[in-house]
């Protein structure tokens, strides 16, 4: 008998946890503000960090420009954006917005793209290990 109650109060929770998580609503951002550094070269995945039920579409931006199948090196999808290869270039804050029938978010992602020749007395290996960078006020405008 109590492992019955114990299986009626375990799917009771599941059916509960899975209600809390499929609530209709506009899309939510886990994070307002993202920072990723990468070395040229690199393939990087940039992630866009919503969540949203009806799941929302989200399209990627660099600017004013729409990320799309035209810009070769770059791939979206729902939760993500790849850039392979990256090049100095690439450097600059990126936007992913998600549209559903509810409202709309969009989420600020930065990339900073450095090349280790440009940086002495760190080896290529330690750079990996670098925190993202704190951008001061000064720095920002």
């Known amino acids: 008998m109590a492992?019955?109650?114990?299986?009626?109060?375990?799917?009771?929770?599941?059916?509960?946890?899975?209600?809390?998580?499929?609530?209709?609503?506009?899309p939510r951002a886990e994070k307002s503000d993202v920072k990723?550094?990468?070395?040229v070269g690199d393939n990087v995945k940039l992630l866009c960090p919503i969540q949203g039920y009806p799941t929302p579409m989200v399209t990627w931006s660099k600017g004013t420009e729409v990320i799309n199948y035209a810009w070769s090196r770059f791939r979206t999808n729902k939760r993500h954006m790849k850039i392979k290869g990256v090049v100095k270039e690439d450097t600059g804050v990126y936007f992913c917005k998600a549209i559903n029938g509810f409202g709309n978010v969009e989420i600020k992602v930065e990339?900073?793209?450095?090349?280790?020749?440009?940086?002495?007395?760190i080896s290529a290996?330690?750079?990996?290990?670098?925190?993202p960078p704190v951008f001061a006020?000064?720095?920002?405008?």
């Open 111 to 121: 990339l900073i793209v450095i090349n280790p020749e440009d940086l002495t007395g």
């Open 36 to 39: 990723h550094v990468a070395k």
């Open 3 to 26: 492992s019955f109650l114990g299986l009626v109060i375990l799917t009771l929770l599941s059916v509960n946890a899975f209600a809390l998580t499929a609530v209709k609503g506009p």
């Open 137 to 141: 006020r000064q720095t920002k405008e």
């Open 125 to 131: 290996d330690e750079i990996s290990n670098l925190s």
